[in-house]
């Protein structure tokens, strides 16, 4: 599904406009990015965790050359789905 597809289906679920459905939507990623930008997380309650983690050092070695690399830290950006929607999921949606 791409941007515009989840707009229409939100507008409609949301009776709004699909102008004002788009502002609402860019608004929760600029506040969300803003957070995760400050290194705080974001629950969802009923969907799942975002949250910013720090991948520490590592030694990698090249499948290529077999030659050792040392790959710096680096912040991520990790989702941890409600348990509820990992059941889900995992029973192909019927419950």
Known sequence: MNNKEFINILAGRAD???????KMVDSLVSVMSDCFLEGDSVQ???FGNFEVKKKLERVMVSPTTGQRMLVPPKLVLAFKPNPTWKD????GGAE
């Open 16 to 22: 709004m406009k699909t102008s004002e459905t788009q």
């Open 44 to 46: 969802l309650s009923n």
């Open 88 to 91: 889900k999921i995992k029973k």
